[in-house]
C-alpha cells in the first residue's frame, strides 16, 4: 500500500519522481492568484502605458478643440450663446436723457415722398430747437439736394448742436460724404458693424477718414452731451478711449468669443438697453403739428432717424431671433442704445461688458479639459459618467450666464467668457477618455481573462476581473470566511507509474489527464486552486459568498456531479491510452463541504489563492482514506456534511465511522456511486450559472477587497 501523501495548503505535492518534478517543473500551471500576482504585474506595467496613452488622448483632443477654436470654427456657437444671454438680462428702463423723433411709413405716407424734402427736415429742425435741446444728431444723408427748401436746411444745419453723418467707405462703396456746409467736427459716421451671422453686436466708435481721425455718430453726439457735464473725450496711455473714469475697453480680434474678428478701428460690445424701448419716441408728423411736451426736448439728446421699413435701414441684433414682431432693429435705434450705453457708463456708472484676456480664456477651456479627462477616467458606471459630465456641463453654462448677466458675486460688471469651447472640452475628452479607457480594458482584460481562464471559469475570472482596482491597489485579497465545497483528485499508485516511463512521456500522459479535469471543474462553475503534481484541489463557492442554503446545496451537487463526470471521461481516456500501451488510472476523489477561509496567501513576489480551514483537510483526507478500497477506475468519497445537501439526487454507499489522520472525532464516509434514478436534477443545468442574489460588482456578493 502506498505510503499516505501529505498535502501542503500552499505548495504542491512532492511525491513523483525527480525526474518528473524536474520538468513538471517547467510546465506547471501556477494556482489561481499565482495567476493574480502575474496579473497584478502585468496590469502594473500596462496601467501606465495605457495612462500614457489616456493622457495623450486626452490631450490631443484638447489640442484639437483649441485649434478648432483657433480657426473660428467655434465662433457662431459662442455668439449664439451670447445672444441667449443679453437676450436673458432684464431690460433697462428708457433712457431719459434721449429723445428718437422717427420718420415711420405713416409719415412718409402723409407727405407723399421719399426721401422726405429738405424743406421738411429744416421745419423739423427748427420745432425742435425751439424746444432747446442740447444735442441734435440727424442720421439721414443730405448730400445731395431735395428741393424745395434746401438753403432752409442748409441754414438749420449751421447750427453748433446739430450733428449730421456720412458714411465711411468700404471695398463695395464709396461711402456717403456729409451735408454741404457742415463743418467736420460735428460729423460722424454711421456705420454699424455686422458679424458673419449678419447680427449687430459691435459698434464702432473711431475711424479714419481720408487720412483724419473721425469720431462715430452716437459717440460724437455722446461727447457733444458730456462736454455740458464738465466730462471730455480722453485716450489712456495704452490708447484707449476714456470719457470721465469710464474706460472703453478695444475689442480684439480673439476677445470675449470672437476668433477671426476684424478688430480694425476701435470697436466695443454694444451694451445693449432693452430690445426695442431704448428711449422716447416720436413720429415726425407728432412734432411738426406740435403733439409734444417741451420737457421731452429740452436738454436732451435728440436723434432723428427713419424707422420705416422702406427705408431700409435696419438691422439683425440679438433680440431678434426671439422677436416675433419686427425683429429687425433701425439703425436710429442701433445708435440710440450705443449712445445710451455711453451716457450710461460716463454719468451713471452702468457698466460695460468686458471679456477676458485671451491666456485666461485658454486657461479656462483647459481647466473643463482636465474636468472632461477626470470624470472619463474616474468613473466607471454609465451613470456615474453621466451625472459628472451633466455637473459639470451645468456649472459651465450657470458660470458663464451669471458671468454674462453682471449677477456673479464679486463680479463688477458683466463678462462674456467663452461657454460652447468648455462644453464641447468636458464633451470631447471625457468621451475621448471614456473610449480610450474601454479599449485599454478591454485589451488588458483579452489578457487577463486569458491568464485567468487558465484556472477558473469565465465567471469567477470576470468577478476578480471586476475587482481589479482593489486587488492591484492592495496586491493582496483579504481573507473571506465562506461555506464552501473542496474537491481533490489524486491518481492511486502515480509513484509506481512515474518509475516506468520516461519523463517525457510520462508528462504528457499527465497533462492529457490534467487537462480533463481542469475543464470539467471550470464546466460545472469550479476553480481549480492547485495542481498536486499528480491531482488537483479544486473548490466550488468563491469567490462568490454563498448567502442561501440552496447556494450552498448547489455547490455541493456540482462539485459531486463534477467527480461522477471526471470519471465518465477518465473511462474513456484509458481506453484510448489502453491502445496506445500507456498505463492506466484509478483517480481517488475526496469531497467536502464546510467552512472555510479564502483569501491570497504570501507576498507581492508570490502570492497564492490560499483556501484554509478544517474543511480543506478533511476533503483532502478523504481522498486518501481507504486507499486500498478501489471498486471503481473514480472512487468518489464524501462525508455527511456534504451528503446534507445532495438532496437525495445521488446514489451512495455508507462505509461507516471512520478516523481521518489528523482528525479526533469520527467521520461518517459515503463513496458516491452516480445519480439516483428518481433524481430530478439535470446534469447539464449542473454546469449553469448560479445566479448570487443581488449585483455581483456589489462588495456584498463578491470577494471582499475593501
Known amino acids: 500500500m502506498p505510503k499516505d501523501k501529505k498535502r501542503s495548503l500552499s505548495s504542491p505535492q512532492n511525491h513523483q519522481s525527480p525526474h ?15 495567476r ?31 485649434g478648432i477654436r483657433h480657426l473660428g470654427w467655434l465662433q457662431p456657437l459662442e455668439l449664439s450663446a451670447y445672444d441667449q444671454i443679453i437676450r436673458m438680462r432684464s431690460p433697462d428702463p428708457p433712457d431719459p436723457r434721449i429723445l428718437i423723433v422717427t420718420i415711420t411709413e405713416q409719415d412718409i405716407q402723409v407727405y407723399n415722398r421719399w426721401p ?18 442740447r444735442v441734435i444728431g440727424l442720421d439721414l444723408y443730405r448730400d445731395v439736394r431735395y428741393e424745395p427748401g434746401h438753403e432752409e436746411l442748409r441754414t438749420a444745419l449751421q447750427a453748433e448742436n ?15 460724404p456729409a451735408p454741404p456746409g457742415v463743418p467736420p467736427d460735428r460729423v460722424g459716421f454711421n456705420d454699424l458693424l455686422l458679424d458673419p451671422d449678419g447680427i449687430t453686436r459691435r459698434s464702432l466708435l473711431y475711424g479714419t477718414l481720408k487720412g483724419k481721425p473721425i469720431l462715430s455718430f452716437s459717440l460724437l453726439a455722446a461727447t457733444s452731451y458730456l462736454k455740458h457735464e464738465g466730462i471730455t473725450l480722453s485716450t489712456t496711455p495704452d490708447y484707449q478711449i476714456q470719457l470721465g473714469e469710464t474706460i472703453f475697453h478695444r475689442l480684439e480680434s480673439k476677445s470675449g468669443g470672437y476668433q477671426t474678428l476684424d478688430a480694425q478701428g476701435y470697436q466695443t460690445l454694444i451694451h445693449y438697453r432693452s430690445g426695442q424701448a431704448v428711449a422716447r419716441q416720436v413720429s415726425l408728423t407728432q412734432v411738426l403739428y406740435g403733439r409734444m411736451q417741451t420737457q421731452w426736448v429740452q436738454d436732451q439728446v435728440v436723434l432723428i432717424g427713419t424707422t420705416a421699413p422702406s427705408g431700409k435701414d435696419l438691422f439683425n441684433t440679438p433680440y431678434s431671433f426671439a422677436a416675433k414682431d419686427n425683429p429687425k432693429m433701425p439703425g436710429v435705434i442701433v445708435h440710440a442704445q450705443i449712445l445710451s450705453q455711453i451716457l450710461s457708463a460716463a454719468l451713471d456708472g452702468r457698466p460695460l461688458y468686458g471679456w477676458w484676456d485671451e491666456k485666461i480664456d ?48 464679486g463680479v463688477n460688471q458683466p463678462l462674456w467668457i467663452p461657454i460652447g469651447a468648455p462644453i464641447l472640452a468636458v464633451s470631447l475628452t471625457s468621451s475621448t477618455v471614456l473610449v480610450a479607457r474601454g ?24 468577478a476578480l476581473w471586476k475587482s481589479r482596482d482593489h486587488l492591484i491597489k492592495s496586491g493582496t485579497l483579504p481573507g473571506q470566511k465562506l461555506t464552501a465545497t473542496m ?3 489524486d491518481i492511486k499508485d502515480f509513484s509506481t507509474i512515474s518509475e516506468q516511463m520516461p519523463p517525457e512521456k510520462l508528462l504528457i500522459w499527465l497533462n492529457e489527464l490534467l487537462s480533463m479535469m481542469t475543464t470539467e471543474v471550470m464546466q460545472h462553475h469550479g476553480i481549480v486552486n492547485k495542481f498536486t503534481g499528480d491531482g488537483i484541489m479544486a473548490v466550488f463557492g468563491v469567490p462568490f459568498a454563498r448567502t442561501t442554503e440552496a447556494e450552498i446545496a448547489r455547490d455541493a451537487q456540482r462539485a459531486v456531479a463534477c467527480a461522477l463526470t471526471i470519471g465518465e471521461a477518465l473511462q474513456q481516456l484509458n481506453e484510448t491510452w489502453q491502445k496506445h500501451h500507456l498505463p492506466l488510472v484509478n483517480l481517488r476523489v475526496g469531497i467536502f463541504t464546510g467552512p472555510i477561509v479564502a483569501g491570497s496567501l504570501g507576498g507581492k513576489d508570490r502570492l497564492e489563492y490560499g483556501v484554509i480551514g478544517d474543511s480543506v483537510n478533511t476533503a483532502s483526507r478523504l481522498e486518501s482514506c481507504e486507499k486500498h478500497r478501489q471498486p471503481s477506475s473514480c472512487r468518489i468519497l464524501i462525508a455527511q456534511e456534504t451528503l446534507n445537501y445532495l438532496n437525495h ?38 454546469s449553469e450559472e448560479i445566479k448570487i442574489g443581488g449585483d455581483p460588482e456589489q462588495p456584498t456578493n463578491s470577494l471582499s477587497l475593501s
Do not use: C
Open 20 to 34: 518528473l518534478h524536474r520538468h513538471a517543473t517547467r510546465q506547471h500551471h501556477p494556482a489561481l492568484l499565482s
Open 36 to 66: 493574480l500576482a502575474q496579473w497584478q504585474s502585468l496590469l502594473s506595467e500596462t496601467f501606465h502605458s495605457d495612462l500614457r496613452a489616456i493622457a495623450i488622448a486626452a490631450l490631443s483632443s484638447t489640442i484639437l478643440l483649441l
Open 116 to 133: 422726405l424734402s429738405d424743406g421738411h427736415i429744416a421745419q423739423l429742425l427748427q420745432k425742435l430747437q425751439a424746444m432747446r435741446p
Open 162 to 176: 446739430v450733428i449730421a453723418i456720412t458714411k465711411l467707405p468700404d471695398p463695395e462703396t464709396i461711402g456717403v
Open 362 to 409: 485658454i486657461a479656462w477651456i483647459l481647466l473643463w479639459s482636465g474636468v472632461g479627462t477626470a470624470i472619463g477616467w474616474g468613473s466607471r458606471h454609465p451613470l456615474g459618467q453621466a451625472i459628472g459630465i451633466l455637473t459639470a456641463l451645468g456649472v459651465i453654462i450657470l458660470t458663464g450666464v451669471g458671468l454674462g448677466m453682471g449677477s456673479f458675486p
Open 439 to 462: 479599449y485599454a480594458a478591454s485589451r488588458q482584460q483579452k489578457v487577463v481573462m486569458k491568464l485567468l481562464g487558465q484556472n477558473t471559469s469565465p465567471e469567477v475570472a470576470q
Open 487 to 489: 474537491l481533490f483528485a
Open 649 to 686: 439526487q445521488f446514489v451512495v454507499e455508507a462505509w461507516g465511522s471512520f478516523a481521518l489522520k489528523g482528525k479526533q472525532q469520527m467521520v461518517e464516509v459515503y463513496r458516491v456511486i452516480g445519480l439516483s434514478e428518481v433524481t430530478t436534477l439535470n446534469p447539464s443545468a449542473l
